[in-house]
């Protein structure tokens, strides 16, 4: 069977992965890319690295590892990521727990289903749209209905904090912002790392997006960064 081209990006929060493996395969079969993690960590990390399109919440084996709730949900305040539940047929509380869910299916459950209505999700959401918001700067291209950054008419693939990075500097052209500040909007006012974090990313960032014909992101030496405002 050929591979169906990746279209949609899928977290997957389990207590156990092993048992989520037969979906995630199925899935990724009918396009979409799977992520999937079992404790906290691994899941804060998949979602900082990830360009992700919905969270998905296996609750099957038994109940979710409590430790993993408050991590879905700041992941869902801080990206807007709908919720897909994966229910046991036994009576489940977790509808009820007031965790908002976008949808769910019931075990044993149905992988073309699922992938149907997680894409009927996604289309409601508008993040499948023919036409969407977008910025521009030159030849660099934020499609912000899909998270897809063009340069040149080619796809460059980004981190999730790459991509956050980018789109806050290129909507804010011109303005320098501090290490702090940045930080601070895209990483989140209670990240513990330092700040090198955002020189790490920047220089990853230019990596992948600029060239001897392509400068966007410019340095001001003890200010900060900011994105150019001219072309």
Same mark, same amino acid.
């Given at each position: ?5 990746? #279209? %949609? ?13 037969? =979906? ?7 396009? %979409?890319?799977?992520?999937? &993690? ?8 998949? &979602?900082?690295?990830?360009? =992700? ?22 992941? @869902? ?37 699922? &992938?149907?209505?997680? @894409?009927?999700? =996604? ?29 040149? $008419?080619?796809?460059? /693939? ?7 990075? #980018? @789109?806050?500097?290129? $909507? $804010?052209? !011109? @303005? ?16 513990? !790392? ?7 990313? /920047? ?9 001897? $014909?392509? /400068?966007?992101?410019?340095? %001001? ?11």
């Amino acid at each position: 069977m050929i591979k169906a081209r990746t #279209l %949609f990006r899928l977290l997957i929060a389990a207590s156990n992965t092993r048992q989520i493996q037969k =979906l995630s395969s199925e899935l990724t079969q009918d396009g %979409f890319a799977c992520y999937s &993690a079992s404790d906290e960590e691994s899941l804060a990390c998949l &979602a900082s690295e990830q360009i =992700l399109d919905l969270i998905m919440i296996d609750t099957t084996d038994s109940l979710i590892n409590p430790a993993l709730l408050p991590v879905i949900r700041k992941i @869902k305040t801080d990206t807007s990521l709908p919720a897909f539940a994966l229910l046991p047929r036994e009576k489940n509380d977790f509808l009820d727990s007031g965790f908002p869910v976008d949808d769910f299916a019931i075990e044993p459950w149905d992988a073309i289903e699922i &992938a149907l209505r997680t @894409k009927r999700i =996604l289309q409601l959401r508008k993040i499948i749209s023919p036409t969407g918001q977008s910025l521009k700067h030159a030849d660099l291209i934020i499609y912000l209905d899909k998270c897809q950054v063009m340069l040149d $008419n080619k796809q460059i /693939i980004l981190t999730f904090k790459e991509y956050q990075l #980018l @789109k806050f500097l290129m $909507n $804010n052209k !011109g @303005k320098v912002f501090s290490r702090e500040i940045l930080l601070e909007k895209v990483w989140g006012w209670d990240y513990y !790392g330092g700040d090198r974090t955002v020189d790490v990313h /920047i220089r990853r960032l230019r990596g992948k997006i600029e060239d001897k $014909n392509h /400068i966007f992101i410019e340095t %001001f030496r003890g200010m900060g960064y900011s994105f150019k405002d001219s072309i």
